[in-house]
């Protein structure tokens, strides 16, 4: 395949469906395009401090291309667009916001407090919960009993996002925080759907290392809409927050 075209693997198989890919895989890649057309462009080193994914329709486990834009460049802002293209049709963007690196560490503060570390803590099998090849890869650990709506926990995985080609530690962390709205269920996946439509991810430090550790809470209303909100941990402690604007409905199948 050319640079800009791509095949899923099974471990990228959907949680609801299994004609599906999940998303989390997906916005990795679509963050490392991003990352790689700054580059090719010679763009200015910036730092990437938002990133908004709009899921477009069902994700086809089938070859794809990936588009990118500078959509407004800029040598102190920027905002760089990705589209995954799947038969034809838009099926996730990304848009991700980069500003200037600057030293604040005299202002530095105001962060939720860090998690207990993952090395201790057993393996949690959220297979038991979910489906797909995307969930099987997942090294995840809960912190104290998970609840619902209610979830604490690390997640990893030693499946490379993009075989054969290194990728940056943000877009590997990238590629599991969609994992959020997995772990934190308030109703039986069988007995209700609840996918998200959307993925925003905001950031005030830049994550490292292979964990990632999300502080989830999930809140059903009242006329079928739902939100899951995370922060973001890595072994450092918080480096950002998630949400996921979620679609409730009866699971009729």
Same mark, same amino acid.
């Given at each position: 395949m050319g640079p800009h075209r791509f095949t899923p693997t099974a471990h990228t198989g959907g949680a609801w469906s299994a004609t599906e890919q999940h998303v989390s895989p997906l916005a990795g890649l679509l963050i490392h395009e991003i990352e790689a057309e700054r580059i090719r462009q010679a763009r200015p080193a910036l730092l990437i401090s938002r990133i908004t994914l709009d899921i477009l329709g069902p994700i086809a486990v089938s070859p794809f291309d990936i588009r990118v834009e500078i959509v407004r460049p800029g040598r102190t802002i920027e905002l760089v667009e990705a589209t995954a293209v799947i038969d034809g049709r838009d099926t996730v963007t990304a848009r991700a916001w980069?500003?200037? %690196?600057? $030293?604040? $560490?005299?202002?530095? =503060?105001g962060e939720p407090p860090s998690l207990e570390p993952p090395d201790t803590l057993p393996a949690w099998p959220l297979t038991e919960v979910w489906q797909g090849g995307y969930i099987e890869s997942l090294d995840i650990r809960a912190i104290g009993i998970p609840q619902p709506g209610r979830t604490t926990a690390w997640v990893s995985t030693t499946v490379d996002l993009l075989a054969g080609e290194s990728v940056s530690e943000l877009a590997a962390f990238? =590629?599991? %925080?969609?994992?959020a709205n997995g772990i934190a269920v308030r109703q039986e996946p069988t007995k209700w759907l609840f996918p998200n439509l959307d993925l925003t991810i905001h950031l005030y430090r830049q994550p490292s290392g292979r964990w990632i550790g999300l502080d989830t809470s999930v809140v059903f209303g009242h006329r079928g809409q739902g939100v899951t909100s995370s922060v973001l941990h890595d072994l450092e402690g918080p480096v =950002?927050?998630?949400?996921?604007?979620?679609?409730?409905?009866?699971?009729?199948r």
């Open positions: 980069f500003a200037c %690196v600057e $030293d604040t $560490d005299a202002v530095a =503060g990238v =590629g599991l %925080v969609d994992t =950002g927050f998630a949400q996921q604007t979620l679609t409730v409905r009866p699971n009729l």
